[in-house]
């Protein structure tokens, strides 16, 4: 943990008036880390119409600060519905607003709401200060389809990068379909969650994606390989093409850490590749 003591509330000191805040920047190892991949709704909200999820903002600040993590990318999926996008997209908004050193805002868009969507997201980059996309394919169209396109080119005009989820049980958004969508567009930067999750050929991702320099990978919902999951992929892609992300507070970020942390206790993860992981990547994907 680093202190770092700025300018803010007045002071008098050998008759000038001084300002100090004290600014707490948490880091893990020295590093400033970023989770790639977070949920946050309002309290109450149930999964699948029955499942309680408890995703509020303040929980997952908790966990952040147990955690060490400086900074998350809220990823939402959004919904099919018009008004329900723009709620989510306003709500994310929202809790950026509250807490804009913790949390960076993607919006949630769905393409198949076509001009509605194209709308909706010139408003949450240039109203509500989001700074990407979340592209859920399972809401009913496969991410390489025309429908997608004219989302993929305004997210490179407006020069922001897309995360998929990706799944390789899935019609819609397996890692080959993503691959497809990349090699269509290389000027788009494009976030693959999850490296396909399946337990059995996650590891297949980075072979898949490697002649793509666009795709990037991001760890949440990868299954319980460390080496896989960090080691094999940053050496087949290099270090600037992994993201660490959790899908806290769906999945557990603690756990998420502990799969880096054991990368490299056990499996020869470097100090250097970790860093890239678990921050400078997404930085620069930010530009923050
Ligand atoms: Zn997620």
Not at 90 to 95: A, F, H, K, P
Not at 105 to 119: D, H, K, R, T, Y
Not at 176 to 197: D, F, K, N, V
Not at 230 to 246: A, C, Q, T
Request: some cysteine.
């Amino acid at each position: 943990m680093l202190i770092l003591i700025i300018m803010s509330a007045p002071k008098i000191l050998y008759g000038y008036v001084i300002y100090t805040i004290v600014v707490v920047i948490k880091m893990i190892d020295g590093i400033i880390a970023i989770d790639a991949h977070v949920h946050v709704h309002p309290l109450g909200r149930k999964r699948y119409g029955k499942f309680p999820v408890l995703t509020p903002p303040e929980m997952l600040l908790e966990e952040m600060d147990r955690n060490g993590f400086d900074k998350a990318v809220i990823v939402n999926a959004g919904s099919v519905v018009p008004e329900l996008m723009r709620e989510n997209n306003d709500y994310v908004s929202e809790v950026v607003k509250k807490w804009p050193n913790r949390f960076i805002g993607f919006a949630g868009i769905c393409p198949l709401l076509g001009s509605v969507a194209i709308e909706e997201l010139e408003r949450a980059v240039n109203v509500l200060g989001l700074k990407g996309i979340k592209l859920y394919p399972p809401h009913g169209y496969p991410i390489d389809s025309p429908i997608v396109f004219p989302i993929v080119e305004k997210a490179i005009s407006l020069n922001i990068p897309i995360v998929i989820h990706s799944d390789f049980q899935s019609l819609f958004c397996n890692p080959y379909q993503i691959a497809r969508l990349a090699s269509l567009y290389p000027e788009a930067t494009l976030i693959m969650a999850h490296m396909g999750m399946h337990p059995d050929l996650f590891l297949l991702t980075p072979e898949i994606v490697k002649p793509y320099n666009n795709i990037v990978l991001d760890t949440s919902g990868t299954p319980e390989c460390p080496e896989i999951t960090f080691v094999y992929s940053i050496r087949e892609l290099g270090v600037d093409r992994i993201v660490f992300g959790s899908d806290a507070l769906y999945f557990d970020q603690a756990l998420a850490l502990k799969k880096l942390e054991r990368a490299k206790e056990r499996w020869g993860l470097t100090e250097e590749e970790k860093r890239h992981i678990l921050g400078e990547n997404m930085a620069r994907i930010l530009r923050i």
